[in-house]
């Protein structure tokens, strides 16, 4: 009798563990809808974050082991540091090129950083924000809406430093000098990435720039063209490549939708 009572105690905490126990566990708080939007308010003020991340891709480990980085607020320089970047270790870090740096100190989302990578353009990391993060158990306040390179990334924490492709076709076309066709004292010259704006023969403004296949805060990403992301830490400029041949450089501005044609300036 007491083996039978013994079974159907047992029985019966078996199926309350069955009928209880299978659920996920129930988080350490429980934030309430008061706490989260206090949170969100408290995020959007905070301009400082520590420990960021940089994946890089398409590096090998013997091409550097650090970069340099520089902060600017607005046009001044605050700081230059040295990043150490880890090398790839495991089988498809290798095959895939995946590295990655840490930055240990405080940065400010209201500054623009410069990643001098050896051999590249400076890769720039602007116009950021801080988020709530949903993070176990209840949430974060991180980095996660920035552009690297003029391009926005929304809902990732993790800024990514990708290596540039080989000079394209329409890369090589456009290296040279090129004259405004409505204004002959206005030029462009353009070295592998580098861009220099001259007016009268005299040097006004240099960029570096990027060529984009989209460039989704503008255009839709179904569109197919080569676009062109021209920075130079403080300043950033966006145009569609409508057509470069041996004589001729044709660009829309955006937002404005100006057009604008050079010719290629004679020796």
């Not at 040295?82 to 270790?89: G, H, R, S």
Request: hydrophobic share 35%; proline share 4%.
């Amino acid at each position: 009798m007491t083996s039978l009572k013994f079974f159907i105690i047992a029985s019966i905490i078996c199926l309350l563990l069955i009928a209880t126990g299978c659920s996920d566990p129930v988080p350490h708080h429980q934030w309430t809808e008061r706490e989260i939007k206090e949170f969100e308010c408290k995020c959007s003020q905070t301009d400082t974050f520590n420990n960021l991340i940089i994946s890089f891709t398409g590096f090998g480990n013997k091409e550097f082991d650090s970069v340099l980085v520089r902060e600017y607020q607005d046009t001044l320089l605050c700081d230059s540091f040295k990043m150490f970047v880890f090398p790839a270790t495991g089988p498809w870090e290798i095959k895939n090129k995946k590295r990655s740096g840490h930055i240990n100190r405080t940065m400010n989302t209201k500054y623009n950083y410069q990643f001098i990578v050896p051999g590249h353009p400076p890769y720039e990391l602007a116009n950021m924000k801080m988020i709530v993060w949903s993070a176990y158990p209840g949430y974060d306040c991180v980095m996660g809406d920035f552009r690297m390179n003029g391009i926005r990334f929304q809902n990732d924490a993790n800024p990514e430093i990708k290596k540039w492709n080989r000079i394209s076709n329409s890369l090589q076309l456009m290296q040279g000098e090129w004259v405004h066709e409505k204004d002959k004292l206005s030029a462009i010259e353009i070295s592998d990435r580098r861009w220099n704006y001259k007016y009268n023969g005299k040097d006004t403004d240099t960029y570096y720039f990027n060529i984009a296949k989209q460039l989704p805060q503008y255009v839709d990403t179904s569109v197919k063209s080569e676009f062109l992301i021209l920075s130079n830490g403080t300043d950033t400029m966006y145009y569609e490549l409508l057509s470069v041949t041996d004589s001729l450089l044709s660009l829309m501005h955006f937002p404005s939708g100006q057009l604008h044609m050079y010719l290629r300036k004679k020796e």
